[in-house]
């Protein structure tokens, strides 16, 4: 297979047609790189009630339930391209969305907080906190 060695460009794909970062060739924080599609942010959310104690979200995930709600509220602003509900008590989510800047973590953590009784089984969000996960999509500590 024959090898074309480049001369010009980097590795930072649509970051810089999207956002216009510059793409120096080296990185001091982590940088995500979409190569096929859109730019798109990265939240990961833990769901915690007024007193601060995570919620378990495994018995969230129907129609009506809590979950549901929480995604309406960010699909007032933006799509969820994708997500992931962690299956343990940690009441954490980590979502994908388009477009990027539609929110950041500080305009989503406090949407989230007015749900204090989301959904068939009045989940409580009172007390989440939101972070600007970059494509890290399990931890939120």
């Known amino acids: 297979m024959a090898d074309v060695t480049r001369a010009h460009g980097s590795a930072f794909g649509v970051v810089n ?11 001091s924080a982590d940088e995500t790189v979409i190569l096929n599609g859109p730019q798109l942010d990265f939240f990961t959310m833990t769901i915690k009630d007024v007193s601060g104690n995570a919620e ?3 018995a969230e995930l129907d129609v009506g339930e809590g979950v549901e709600q929480i995604f309406k509220n960010i699909a007032a602003k933006a799509n969820i391209e994708f997500y992931q509900v962690e299956g343990d008590t940690t009441g954490k989510i980590s979502v994908a969305v388009y477009p990027a800047g539609a929110w950041t973590a500080s305009t989503l953590q406090t949407n989230i907080r007015t749900l204090t009784a989301a959904g068939s089984n009045s989940l409580d969000c009172s007390g989440s906190l939101v972070n600007d996960a970059g494509f890290e999509l399990i931890d939120a500590s």
Do not use: E, K, Q, T
């Open 17 to 27: 047609m999207d956002r216009g970062a510059a793409g120096s060739g080296s990185i």
């Open 56 to 58: 378990d979200l495994r």
